[in-house]
Nanobody
Framework: QVQLVESGGGLVQAGGSLRVSCAAS???????????VGWYRQAPGKQRELVAT???????KFADSVKGRFTISRDNAKNTVYLQMNSPKPEDTAVYYC?????????WGQGTQVTVSS
């Protein structure tokens, strides 16, 4: 019954900003509040990589490639996790996925495409 849906992707100019969202279904309960959440991305011909994480306690961590530019946050009232992309670069172009591990199962969203133009 848990479903994660990413949204907010699209075309953004290098140096601009974009925020992608990951919304959990009502049946997911407080899954984001109670568990760590990760944002991943995958570009064509490349491995899926971890971009950012936020723990149940609110601690965040970022890949070196996005440190200082990306921010991960959550809104428990909306059951949504966000990835704020500031000063994106063409190298950030990828499909972005959210993931949460609850119990013994890992849940993934379907992904949202982010394209950064030069």
């Amino acid at each position: 019954q848990v479903q994660l849906v990413e949204s907010g992707g699209g075309l953004v100019q290098a140096g601009g900003s974009l925020r992608v969202s990951c919304a959990a279904s009502a049946a997911s309960g407080s899954i984001f509040k109670d568990n760590a959440v990760g944002w991943y991305r995958q570009a064509p011909g490349k491995q899926r990589e971890l971009v950012a994480t936020i723990t149940s306690g609110g601690s965040t961590k970022f890949a070196d490639s996005v440190k200082g530019r990306f921010t991960i946050s959550r809104d428990n009232a909306k059951n949504t996790v966000y990835l704020q992309m500031n000063s994106p670069k063409p190298e950030d172009t990828a499909v972005y996925y959210c993931k949460v591990v609850a119990g013994l199962y890992a849940y993934w969203g379907q992904g949202t495409q982010v394209t950064v133009s030069s």
